[in-house]
């Protein structure tokens, strides 16, 4: 089978999307399966070409380490913001186009198309080349479009409490967000999603919604990826330095919220708990982060990302990894892949998180959950784990990794929805 696959996220760009389409690529391809990849040259997060990235620069073809043919597409550099970001990915996205026509037709054509989004104008990119070439199209949903937009008036506000300048610029905004994004854009992109053959999601809560508003063919394929071996035991960390060490290593942008964490540390601090909060990432919201903790003398620590070989280092270091999602109601069908992989390391969870990323934590057992972005649950929970150590120590999370979100058994099922699409 040819698989065509437009993306705006791809290797040697360090991301959960990265990771889980390393995965996939490899699998798919070790079962005999073509894969080509439209991605633009490689600038995430900075919004500038990676260091040695000039052997993917726009227009190139090259084979990467999986096994996909890989056709870099132009992008716009960036330095921040929602806006530069959006009009970035834009720009990809109709490169995409062109190349995928251009490249795509005749002998070479595939077999099924499919655009995984993020970024949203892979979506009717993706479908733009499959009308081009007459073949069936795969949209993948990480995150929950539409319902997105609907938080999307808090998506500028700061990690600190937010400034007059700040709410000034986001009331002039307002009156256009809630008549022009929330009437005209959700309705579009649902439009869209119905168009494709075929949509898959990363959790159920959101792949019910999506069948609720008339998408018949949707398949949840979990955000499952490599296992992380940290070699550390429960009774490692029971032999502890006095401080209770918690973990944040992902994105630092809108959707997690950190701020709130930082200031759970402050607090905890304050009331006599021994607490690093240690943020290994990269993201939109950093710098705001990073001022936070400085103007508050907060207990945190911030490195920069580290590759894949260096991610068990940080698990071994960690008593207990923090995941945070934004307290928007879209979060609710978000289950971040962060949360498996810290499932695999079997680190205990701290979650701030609600809705089906919350439900997996409870029946899991691996892990305490706290209301999101709300810092005296979090500093309260931090002070309960340091006094009682015995609960860092969890089992729960591999056992339900296996059953539910199994590497294998998540390939056989998207290959098999990939199969049934291309025989339609």
């Known amino acids: 089978m040819r698989i065509l696959l437009l993306t705006h996220y791809w290797a040697p760009e360090v991301g959960a999307p990265q990771r889980r389409w390393n995965r ?11 894969l080509a990849v439209l991605a633009p040259a490689p600038h995430y997060p900075g919004g500038r070409l990676l260091p040695g990235g000039a052997a993917h620069v726009a227009g190139s073809i090259r084979r990467d380490v999986t096994g996909a043919m890989v056709h870099r597409t132009i992008f716009r550099p960036y330095s921040s913001g929602m806006c530069g970001r959006g009009t970035d990915q834009m720009v990809a996205a109709a490169d995409s186009v062109r190349l995928g026509v251009a490249r795509f037709r005749g002998a070479n054509r595939p077999d099924v198309i499919l655009g995984s989004v993020p970024g ?7 479908l733009a080349v499959g009308r081009a070439l007459r073949r069936p199209v795969v949209v993948e949903l990480r995150d929950a479009w539409p319902d997105l937009l609907l938080s999307a008036a808090q998506w500028s506000e700061p990690a600190t409490c937010p400034s007059a300048l700040a709410w ?10 809630d008549h022009g994004t929330r009437s005209l854009l959700p309705p579009l992109i649902t439009r869209l999603e119905r168009e494709a053959t075929a949509v898959v999601t990363t959790t159920d ?5 999506l069948r609720s508003r008339g998408i018949r063919r949707v398949v949840t394929v979990r955000n499952t990826g490599a296992a992380v071996q940290t070699g550390r035991t429960g009774a490692d960390r029971r032999r502890w330095d006095g401080t209770l060490h918690v973990l944040y290593l992902g994105t630092v942008g809108r959707a997690q919220g950190l701020g709130f964490a930082v200031r759970a540390a402050h607090i905890a601090q304050r009331n006599g708990t021994p607490v690093v909060l240690r943020i290994v990432g990269d993201g939109a919201q ?8 400085h103007r508050l003398a907060a207990p945190v620590e911030i490195l ?4 894949w070989s260096e991610v068990d280092q940080h698990y071994a270091w960690a008593d207990t990894a923090l995941v945070s999602l934004q307290n928007w109601p879209a979060m609710s069908m978000t289950v971040p892949s962060k949360l498996y992989e810290i499932m695999s390391a079997g680190v205990h969870v701290c979650a701030s998180v609600d809705g089906e990323a919350r439900r997996i934590v409870e029946d899991a057992g691996c892990g305490d959950v706290t209301a999101p972005q709300d810092p005296q649950a979090l500093a309260s929970l931090w002070s309960t784990l340091a006094a009682d150590r015995s609960r860092l120590d969890v089992t729960g999370g591999r056992r ?3 059953v539910h979100a199994d590497a294998e058994a998540m390939t056989d099922r998207y ?10």
């Open 304 to 307: 920069p990302p580290v590759p």
């Open 400 to 402: 339900w990794l296996a």
């Open 205 to 209: 809560s959101f792949a019910q919604v």
């Open 24 to 34: 996939l690529a490899e699998a798919l391809i070790s079962r005999g399966h073509e």
């Open 286 to 293: 950093l710098q705001e982060v990073a001022a936070l903790a």
């Open 168 to 177: 000034a610029h986001r009331a002039r905004r307002l009156h256009i967000v």
């Open 415 to 424: 290959e098999s929805l990939l199969r049934q699409v291309a025989g339609d």
């Open 120 to 126: 949203l104008p892979t979506l009717p990119a993706a």
